[in-house]
């Protein structure tokens, strides 16, 4: 199914809504029934019909039958949160005494999510370096029933092999989830390497315009059904109409948003890697990248963000140089219009070997306008 075809016309409906081109937003809590028979197969039929918002709603569930499209799944959940998605993904797939094999450094919510909240109830997750497959044959057990991904990491960007690893899972009958935030399924669909669960913080590339939190779980038919009729209904963390509505309106400009963001970012790259006050860049598609292979195979383009190490390693220069920038906020999180800058030391320790680290997401600005910022204030350091 084309993705053009999928943003601007896949459940859309419109002779349902007076032919508008942009579809209404059903803003309400409770839907009636004339008879009570009606009334009764609603209530046994929930997924597929409408009784209750916290449930299905006709605008979140447009947005999901596109989320799911674009991904190549089945079906889609909308939360109200990436780390709703986080939660419900990963419970809905272990019990008691079960254990999860993780790679290292995802998302800090996450993590705590499997540090914290989970050993409460006898899970116990394990945490290795995902670039090497070997890790997760020695780590798997007869208890492991879940793996965890997330490619790239979001701050050095490691990948994981995907296809390899998705087969190693089946063999062993063990379910796959991954965080594929940082790629869309424009980018990559893991789904096509054999993942059962591809997850996403929505409130970055699918949004765009840093106004809503989201989040979408992908997967069959059998899984979102197991999910939605639990851990969805009970935990009540729902997307509302308004929002869902606003994620539609930034679908239809998903494409050209990824593509301005990935051709600024490349051009920007291309003059840090000149500037001698760099000492280090991550980012998925440097030709230095020891998995640029697998990078090629895995992710169809370019993204925004990438990680900087500077020469300087003295902290107030590294604030100071941050703070100076006119064309970059200090920010959390990434993928919309905005440009944003998010300096390690505000997480760590001053003599921590990370602190001199700062990664960026580039937005929609014009990249000549952000490299003239980085210039005048990279000269300074």
Not at 171 to 192: F, V
Not at 342 to 352: G, N, Q
Request: glycine residues 4%; contains cysteine; negative net charge.
């Amino acid at each position: 199914m084309n993705d053009s075809y999928i943003i601007n016309q896949l459940a859309e409906n419109r002779e349902q809504y007076f032919h508008a081109v942009a579809p209404p937003i059903i803003q309400t809590s409770n839907f009636a029934y004339p008879t009570v028979d009606e009334f009764a197969y609603a209530v046994t039929h929930e997924k597929d019909e409408h009784i209750y918002t916290r449930g299905n709603n006709p605008t979140v569930n447009m947005l999901c039958q596109k989320m799911a499209a674009l991904e190549g799944a089945e079906d889609c959940l909308m939360v109200g949160s990436g780390a709703a998605a986080i939660t419900n993904a990963i419970m809905s797939q272990v019990s008691m005494g079960d254990h999860i094999v993780s790679v290292k450094n995802v998302y800090s919510w996450a993590t705590r999510l499997m540090t914290n909240t989970l050993p409460r109830f006898g899970i116990t997750t394990t945490f290795i370096d995902g670039t090497d497959i070997n890790n997760f044959v020695e780590t798997i057990s007869d208890k492991t029933r879940l793996i965890y991904l997330e490619s790239p990491i979001s701050w050095t960007f490691e990948i994981q092999d995907l296809e390899k690893i998705a087969e190693l899972a089946r063999k062993k009958g063990i379910i796959t989830i991954i965080d594929n935030s940082y790629c869309t399924a424009l980018c990559q669909k893991p789904i096509e390497f054999g993942i059962d669960i591809i997850i996403y913080s929505a409130t970055k590339y699918y949004n765009g315009h840093s106004d809503i939190v989201a989040g979408a779980i992908c997967g069959s038919k059998e899984k979102m059904t197991q999910i939605f009729y639990n851990e969805y209904m009970t935990f009540g963390n729902i997307l509302s109409p308004q929002n869902a509505w606003l994620m539609l309106r930034s679908l239809r400009t998903l494409p050209i948003r990824l593509k301005q963001s990935s051709e600024s970012t490349l051009k920007i790259l291309d003059f840090l890697r000149k500037s001698p006050k760099i000492d280090k860049i991550w980012y998925p598609f440097e030709e230095s990248n020891p998995q640029i292979d697998l990078v090629n195979k895995q992710m169809k383009m370019p993204m925004g963000m990438f990680t900087v190490s500077l020469k300087n390693k003295d902290i107030s220069s590294i604030k100071k140089f941050c703070e100076s920038l006119q064309s970059f906020l200090i920010a959390v999180s990434w993928g919309g219009h905005e440009s944003l800058i998010m300096p390690k030391c505000a997480f760590v320790s001053e003599t921590d070997p990370q602190a001199s680290m700062i990664r960026f997401y580039i937005g929609l600005e014009e990249a000549d306008y952000i490299i003239e910022d980085l210039e005048k204030n990279l000269f300074l350091l």
